[in-house]
């Protein structure tokens, strides 16, 4: 008998699930063990932030159609919306935004994001995702990657708790229809121990669970906690460690039991137990109820959460045509609902001075309105939006030109946000990481801390 299929005689279907989740995607099982060199402990000890939610609309917003409106530009730049007053002061917002223009003084926008992808949604989602600009290098997730910002977290700063470090839902999105999975969500060469916990059922349906999330009734927490003891005697007399793909494995048995068993884990997915009238304010649909399940993960000690907004990089928030019906119908309701109820929920609860929230994309879209009532792919001018633990409240930084084209003031990449990112969670920029090969690479060695920002 090979250690491989001693290990597989005990084994649980979710450390199997978790594990197929990468297989599924053309990952290898484990390439190999990512170690910190010598995190930064003293700069988790004087972090902003203990937790960070993204909402990335993925497929690229229009800023022009969103917070950097241009009222006074002809017609073919400015488009159909009107801007209206925000709680903060001199600072509109589309008219599709009611609920979050009253959040606006909670947050700060950034008005001259840029990079240099513009064709490929893969590489753009993974420089807005990672803070590396690569080029148009596009194409799936691949294992040597740089991680995501929630792996960077799992592995330096893991909860402290029974629950779940990083997750990522309701997609796991796609680059095309049918495409591989995009890069940017995934720990890359620090392997697949870090990977997110991916929720990929609709949040919003009737029969909303969470698959292999629950024991069957006969299973106690006892019999489980001796089968986890059973499964570490059998196996350690087995030099696993030396071995990735199969050291991989028992860190997904190791997940595996600690979900089932923990309190925190459970509660957090019964959306159920929200009052209708909360489900209702962040929006009966997909999006709204996985920003809600979002909150309800922070609440229950999860470090990072990634709601990728999009099933696919050609759907969703990619506009090339049709563009004012598709924000005025369906994507700008759906977000302002999220977005101003996440915050104000935040808020209330006391989370939000230690939850930084990030609203995020691939690229901007063009100034000038094409001829299928579209703006295509915008890479040299974009806006985010940032609010909570660490962030200057009501703030823009950086300006666009006159037709929202370029930087005309105070220009910023995804590695100078990501930088700031990692500050306020309290994860130095240079801090090094090893790949599968031992090589050292720093998290963010392409951008700078914006203190600007910081409040």
Not at 267 to 287: Q, V
Not at 401 to 407: F, K, Q
């Amino acid at each position: 008998m090979h250690r491989r299929h001693l290990l597989s005689l005990g084994s649980l279907g979710l450390p199997g699930l978790l594990r197929a989740s990468v297989m599924a995607d053309g990952l290898p099982g484990g390439p190999g063990r990512s170690v910190a060199a010598d995190a930064d402990r003293a700069g988790a000890d004087h972090a902003r932030a203990d937790h960070c939610i993204v909402l990335f609309l993925n497929g690229g917003p229009s800023h022009l159609d969103m917070w950097d409106m241009k009222p006074d530009a002809p017609s073919e730049i400015r488009g159909e919306f009107h801007p209206i007053s925000s709680s903060l002061a001199g600072v509109p917002v589309c008219e599709h935004l009611p609920r979050l223009a009253a959040q606006m003084h909670r947050t700060t926008l950034i008005r001259s994001m840029h990079h240099s992808v513009n064709n490929s949604h893969a590489a753009a989602v993974y420089a807005a995702l990672t803070g590396h600009d690569r080029g148009e290098q596009g194409g799936g997730a691949k294992p040597s990657d740089h991680p995501s910002p929630g792996s960077v977290m799992a592995r330096l700063r893991p909860a402290s708790n029974r629950t779940l470090p990083y997750v990522s839902l309701p997609y796991k999105t796609k680059e095309g229809a049918g495409g591989p999975l995009q890069p940017g969500f995934l720990a890359g060469f620090m392997g697949p121990t870090f990977d997110p916990f991916w929720v990929l059922n609709n949040p919003d349906a009737k029969d909303f669970h969470v698959d292999n999330l629950v024991l069957p009734e006969r299973i106690t927490a006892s019999r489980m906690q001796d089968r986890s003891q059973l499964l570490s005697s059998l196996g350690s007399g087995l030099s696993i460690r030396n071995e990735p793909a199969l050291a991989a494995i028992d860190d997904f048995r190791a997940q595996a039991f600690e979900l089932l068993t923990s309190d925190a884990a459970q509660k957090a997915f019964r959306l159920d137990s929200e009052p209708a009238e909360m489900r209702a304010r962040y929006g009966r649909n997909i999006y709204g109820q996985s920003t809600l399940l979002a909150r309800r993960l922070v609440e229950a000690g999860t470090r990072f959460v990634t709601i990728s907004w999009a099933p696919d990089a050609n759907a969703t928030w990619d506009t090339h045509g049709d563009n004012f019906n598709k924000l005025k119908k369906t994507l700008l309701p759906e977000f302002d609902a999220a977005c101003s109820s996440l915050l104000q929920d935040l808020d209330d609860r006391g989370l939000l001075d230690r939850t930084l929230v990030a609203v995020l994309g691939d690229f901007g879209r063009t100034p000038r309105i094409n001829a299928a009532a579209g703006r295509d792919h915008w890479n040299s001018c974009y806006t985010i939006m940032l609010a909570g633990a660490g962030i200057r409240q009501g703030f823009v930084y950086g300006a666009s030109d006159r037709i929202g084209a370029v930087p005309a003031s105070s220009p910023v990449t995804p590695g100078d946000v990501m930088a700031t990112i990692y500050r306020l969670l309290g994860i130095q920029s240079t801090t090094q990481i090893l790949d599968s090969l031992g090589r050292p690479h720093e998290v963010v060695p392409q951008g700078r801390v914006i203190s600007e920002i910081l409040a």
